[in-house]
């Protein structure tokens, strides 16, 4: 398996836009996260999925974020709109199940001027 | 939910010498720890796991000690390798829940 794959490895965007960050989990796994990593706040969990359905989204920041998982092969975290602050490392992890591991991607490093 | 705090920023440690990263957690009801490593421009990867009911589990090179009754982990490196300069993360899952707390991390250096 070629583990998470999240896209864009990098994102540069204009405060006010809308970014979409992607992820495709392992497959067979059932459980999904997305973090965002800054230096002064570290790995912060924004929202999971069991099963396709979000179960916890009391970490993302506000309502300008979003995610979807509209099926157990893909989800999307949006930003709608955009603002410096949002910029960081946004990680998708997935796992077999709550109770296990989880494994993440690469990242997607993201810029907002 | 869960605090999760390492009682050190960094660390550095000559090449062969063993290093130990310690991570202390607050919530008595946590079940599940997870040591990740993270190098530079890359996804924690996973390194080794344990549970509530073991207090030590071994892997290759690595070993990881748990102590429930002041709610600390530790994670001990074998013979300190270049490669190993990373930073380490530790992660605690409460009971019921799905989601991991990481801690701040710890920046390992290796001094060859």
């Known amino acids: 398996d070629a583990g998470v794959i999240q896209s864009p490895r990098h994102e540069v965007t204009e405060m006010g836009q809308e970014v979409t960050l992607r992820c495709k989990p392992i497959?067979?796994?059932?459980?999904l996260f997305w973090y965002r990593q800054t230096m002064m706040r570290g790995l912060e969990l924004l929202i999971y999925?069991?099963?396709?359905?979000?179960?916890?989204d009391s970490g993302m920041p506000e309502d300008r974020f979003s995610a979807k998982m509209p099926n157990a092969s893909f989800s999307t975290l949006k930003i709608q709109p955009s603002e410096p602050r949002d910029s960081a490392v946004y990680f998708c992890a997935s796992s077999r199940r709550g109770d296990t591991e989880a494994f993440f991607g690469q990242g997607t490093r993201l810029t907002v001027v | 939910g869960e605090n999760v705090g390492l009682h050190l920023p960094t660390l550095s440690v000559q090449e062969g010498d063993n290093s130990i990263i310690n991570c202390a957690y607050s919530n008595s009801a946590s079940d599940y720890f997870i040591w990740y490593k993270q190098e530079s421009g890359k996804g924690p990867q996973f390194i080794i796991d344990i549970r509530s009911n073991m207090d030590k589990r071994q892997g290759q090179r690595v070993t990881v000690l748990l102590n429930k009754t002041v709610k600390h982990l530790s994670l001990q490196i074998a013979a300190t390798q270049p490669g190993d300069s990373a930073v380490y993360f530790c992660?605690?899952?409460?009971?019921?829940?799905?989601?991991?707390?990481f801690g701040t991390g710890t920046r390992l250096t290796v001094i060859p």
């Open positions: 497959s067979g796994h059932n459980s």
């Open positions: 992660a605690v899952r409460v009971t019921g829940a799905n989601n991991l707390f």
């Open positions: 999925f069991n099963n396709n359905v979000p179960i916890d």
